[in-house]
């Protein structure tokens, strides 16, 4: 596609339930990551994606975070066991060798 | 202390007015660093990539890296009122992957 593409746009979800959210990076970027941007702050790192497997996953904040990309295109970022502390706006990005990140308009997650 | 800060503002200035920006950081391994503008509930936008210290110059912007002080700038000419965004700085090291973002600015140019 033109862009990166995410989705949902936002998603409600009650506390301890199980959200998946999805990536579709630029068609061709090999790498993809994903971000979390709280009200008010920059985004942060979560996890990092060159091809199918995760290069850097250091920014996952626990257990209850995981992301795949099965087939080295589109990813899932899945939360379980929801918290209210998860509620902020996922950000995903690829990139293509070197330069800057493109980033998708995000998903913002409330939990409550 | 944060690796990478910025001045959340907001920074408020009349249209036409030079916007100046600036990030300092901590880690002297960052050596690629970017400026992004963020729409209200929209992703960033990549506005400049920079590499080595000195100016680059992109249309109306112009983006300074000083990498002995480690300080970065984004300057902002003949501002419009949709230059009224939030402006992050980000950077990254050599060897790794990931942006450390600052937290970002937020910018009003009043017609």
Known sequence: GAGVSQTPSNKVTEKGKYVELRCDPISGHTALYWYRQSLGQGPEFLIYFQGTGAADDSGLPNDRFFAVRPE?????????????????????????????YTFGSGTRLTVV | QKEVEQDPGPLSVPEGAIVSLNCTYSNSAFQYFMWYRQYSRKGPELLMYTYSSGNKEDGRFTAQVDKSSKYISLFIRDSQPSDSATYLCAMKSAAGNKLTFGGGTRVLVKP
């Open chain 1, 72 to 100: 080295g295109s589109v990813s899932t970022l899945k939360i379980q066991r929801t918290e209210r502390g998860d509620s902020a706006v996922y950000l995903c990005a690829s990139s293509e060798g070197g330069g800057g």
